[in-house]
């Protein structure tokens, strides 16, 4: 096991590299810069954008740049952001909570909806309820976030007035942030009523980027059941009399867990991307919504540490998905 | 806990917390974070709402509703009669906020004015890059560096600028955001301590209402400021909860999570104006889109040419299909709430006839030529694509060929700007300062050749009137030097005057003395909520 890890640690390096490097070039590759969308339809005059250009750091050649950018990372430095002035990692720190607490909702409503879904539609293979369910988890895949995000906002929201529009909870509560994650601190408040409302500001978007995760996560799970329960060790666990809720419990679901939990890592990535969006229409203040703000103002500092630090995320996950997977099946970490 | 049941819960908690507030609170749902406190770095309006406009005063303030000036810190001012040297007559006993930061043992002086310009202008004072990367980029624009000759302290309520030539605008600047004074004790005390940055984060001023809180990219809050040496405002909270996206502030306001929104989408109009509960204020905007021509290139260097093709352009259908009714069409360079209109200038008539008529003689046929058309979506013109795609059809119909060309933003505004730059180009503006020199030097003005003057017009006749007007105090005088530029740029036509946008304001109904700012800003020192 120890071995097993430490092979998974050494790959980490150079996809960190070439990580720095993708998050390097892709905010320079985009055309125009900083200093032109400051200026905006004003204009800059020759002189003043050297002057600026100078400032920031950006004439000098790009390789120095990189490297300077490497260097700083490696010392805990990454960067002030052009607009905001403030240590990237200082605002990275705050809004990240916020992103997590929102996944880690989205990736428990996918799975504990997803998961005895995908079963039960195994189970019941071809009868109505499998067609219907599996016909909604191919609509909700295919569901734009931001079209859901808002028709959910109207319906329980406008029409029905069950849920709060956005934000993480009522303005009328106000606590300094100790955790950074609101169902804790709002207990931690001590405020009547904060962690209710901060629960209820969960609700939606956790709907809105918890449903393609458990569109994936029900089909997934029904496909990976199918194939367990037509192998001969469940057909012999039902032949000697194991009553049907134990075989599909203990002998198949375990089985069928391992390509299951593959896709819930997988489906973290994927999440970061869903957050961006969802983000932007809950006014949930996460990263994904810094991040597309800092694209749009070519704040070069805030997009290649802010890319570089999710996509570390994204890899420790994917270990820990990594090491799980080779608990749950001792065959892997012997390869 | 079932799901209806917590429902219930949190519902009867807010009722209750709300019951038990008595204070007034205002809520406005703005459209994005700031990116930060100290509004002289920063060039954004959504910046300033939230730094300038609530937490600060300048010498000189605009009066609600209009781009006119009043004292504002300074009590009154004199200039001299060569038009070069500005004398303020400061406030007394005006105070700086008092928070759990920052106790201020002095009142407001000389030694305040000094410091909020001097750490702009120059570059050994220490508070001139007291951020990683900061840079002054209004104070720059406005070229307020060239201008200045000197910043002096008479005594503790008189200040005296000294300028390098008479600049008439110098007043409707100081009155800007970048113009916002800084205590500067509370400086020095932040130097002693050596966190420089607070100076961006926890700001202090003397405007209406005092910093709480931030709360990054979800809320920020203010407290009304006891001591204001205005009217107090009348609600005791403000508080400032950030929405990007145009559909859900609406949703959040009729749900009544807010009071008051900016920029509603033009689709969600139609309905948060027929709900009986929200009260929708419009005013036009102190803006102007247009379609600026090469005036360097042929065949455009000719006015006849110009003149032909702004005839041919149905102003009437953009704003239909454009501006979906949230416009107005422009026919000077200049927004109508703006001082100096002339309103006496008649648009030139959409008259395709006349127009083919008039390219024809001026022996122009076959002419081929490109649109600009912008990648965003600004106030003064909402849909840049659609605009020139109504123009190329409107050109069409006198046989004129249009090549629509766009490309990525920074790009256009860059390259748009090219002396030798092919055909004409959408674009708009949105004043700074209520001045019409904001407008006619910065846009139309010969030093702005190559630069943000896109038409590369340089008119003799023109550049006397302005550069007169820059010289004249009297605001009247001035405005009659304008009316007369206005003449000949109509006749000059460098540019197609296309619309004016017309800005909305929705909130609910109880919201009380809300004034539009033509400026386009967004202050609530004047508002009141009802019972």
Request: one cysteine or more.
């Amino acid at each position: 096991m120890v071995r097993f890890l430490f092979h998974r640690l050494l790959l980490i390096l150079p996809t960190f590299i070439g990580i720095t490097i993708v998050a390097f070039a892709f905010v320079r590759v985009l055309p125009g810069d900083p200093v032109l969308l400051i200026a905006g339809e004003r204009g800059v005059t020759p002189e003043r954008y050297q002057d600026l250009m100078q400032q920031f750091g950006y004439d000098r050649p790009i390789w120095v740049q990189y490297f300077d950018y490497l260097a700083g990372i490696f010392q805990g430095d990454f960067g002030t952001s052009i607009s905001t002035k403030r240590p990237v990692i200082q605002d990275f720190l705050t809004l990240f909570p916020a992103t997590i607490e929102l996944s880690l909702c989205a990736i428990t409503f996918a799975v504990a909806l997803g998961v005895p879904m995908g079963i039960i539609a195994a189970v019941k293979r071809g009868t109505w309820f499998d067609q219907t369910l599996m016909g909604t988890a191919l609509v909700g895949y295919s569901m734009p976030i931001f079209w859901l995000g808002l028709l959910l906002i109207i319906l329980f929201s406008g029409i029905l007035g069950w849920t709060p529009v956005s934000g993480r909870i009522s303005l009328m509560y106000y606590f300094p942030a100790v955790t950074g994650f609101m169902t804790i601190d709002s207990l931690l408040s001590g405020q009547e009523g904060a962690f209710t409302s901060a629960l209820s500001h969960l609700i939606l978007p956790t709907i809105t980027l918890g449903t393609i995760p458990l569109a994936v996560v029900a089909r997934q799970t029904r496909s990976a059941m199918l194939e367990v329960l037509g192998e001969d060790y469940v057909r012999t666990a039902r032949a000697k009399g194991m009553p049907t809720r134990r075989v599909i419990g203990l002998h198949a679901l375990r089985n069928a867990l391992i390509p299951v939990i593959t896709t819930i890592g997988l489906q973290i990535g994927v999440m970061m991307a869903g957050a961006i969006l969802t983000e932007t229409i809950f006014s949930w203040p996460g990263v994904g919504k810094w991040m597309i703000d800092a694209i749009g103002r070519r704040d070069y500092p805030v997009v290649q540490a802010g890319l570089l630090l999710i996509a570390l995320v994204v890899m420790t996950v994917n270990l820990i998905v990594d090491v799980l997977y080779g608990l749950i099946n001792p065959r892997i970490r012997h390869q | 806990m079932t799901f209806k049941k917590s429902l219930l819960m949190a519902t009867a908690a807010l009722a209750l917390t709300a019951g038990a507030a008595q204070a007034k609170t205002l809520v406005y749902c703005s459209e994005g974070s700031p990116e930060g406190f100290d509004p002289a770095p920063y060039t954004s309006g959504t910046t300033f709402d939230a730094s300038s406009r609530a937490i600060y005063n300048r010498l000189v303030q605009f009066t609600p509703g209009t781009t006119q000036t009043e004292p504002g810190l300074a009590e009154s001012w004199e200039v001299s009669e060569d038009g070069t040297e500005y004398t303020f007559h400061l406030r007394e006993g005006v105070q700086f906020h008092s928070t759990d930061y920052f106790t201020p043992t002095r009142d407001f002086n000389a030694d305040d004015v000094l410091f909020s310009f001097e750490r702009q202008w120059q570059e050994d004072h220490p508070w001139h890059s007291y951020s990683t990367g900061i840079t002054w980029e209004y104070f720059n624009s406005m070229s307020m560096g060239d201008l200045i000759e000197s910043i002096e302290k008479v005594d503790d309520y008189t200040v005296k600028f000294t300028l390098t030539r008479p600049e008439a605008p110098f007043i409707a600047n100081m009155g800007m955001d970048f113009a916002s004074i800084l205590s500067a004790e509370y400086a020095a005390q932040l130097e002693e301590s050596g966190n420089l940055d607070a100076l961006n984060q926890q700001p202090i001023g003397t405007g209406p209402f005092q910093f709480v809180a931030y709360q990054q990219d979800a809320n920020i809050r203010y407290a009304a400021n006891q001591d204001y040496w205005e009217d107090v405002p009348a609600i005791d909270d403000l508080i400032f909860a950030i929405t990007v996206d145009p559909a859900v502030r609406a949703q959040r306001l009729q749900a009544g999570e807010c009071q008051i929104m900016p920029y509603p989408n033009p689709a969600d109009l139609e309905m948060l104006q027929s709900d009986e509960n929200i009260n929708v204020m419009e005013q036009e905007g102190l803006n102007v889109g247009y379609l600026a021509y090469n005036t360097q290139q042929e065949p455009f260097d000719q006015p006849e040419v110009r003149k032909a093709l702004n005839m041919a352009i149905d102003k009437e259908a953009i704003i239909e299909a454009v501006f979906q009714g949230s416009g107005s069409i422009a026919k000077n360079p200049i927004p109508p709430s703006m001082w100096g209109y002339n309103d006496d200038i008649e648009d030139d008539p959409y008259d395709p006839e006349a127009a083919r008529q008039m390219l024809e003689d001026a022996g122009v046929t076959d002419l081929s030529m490109s649109v600009w058309a912008m990648p965003v979506s600004r106030p003064y013109n909402p849909d840049a694509r659609r605009m020139a795609e109504l123009i190329q059809a409107d050109f069409a119909e006198v046989g004129v060929d249009v090549e629509i060309v766009s490309m990525e933003w920074a790009e256009y505004l860059a390259q748009s700007t090219a002396l030798d730059r092919d055909g004409a180009v959408l674009l708009g503006w949105t004043g700074d300062n209520g001045d019409p020199d904001n407008f006619l030097a910065v846009l139309l003005g010969c030093d702005a050749v190559g630069n943000a003057n896109r038409a590369q017009w340089c008119n003799e006749d023109f550049e006397a009137l302005i550069q007169e007007a820059k010289t004249i105090n009297d605001q009247d005088e001035r405005a009659a030097l304008y009316e007369e530029a206005q003449v000949i740029f109509k006749e000059e036509a460098p540019w197609a005057t296309i619309a004016h946008s017309v800005v909305f304001m929705p909130m609910l109904n109880s919201v009380e003395g809300y004034v539009m700012d033509p400026k386009g800003g967004h202050s609530f020192e004047d508002v009141d909520i009802a019972e």
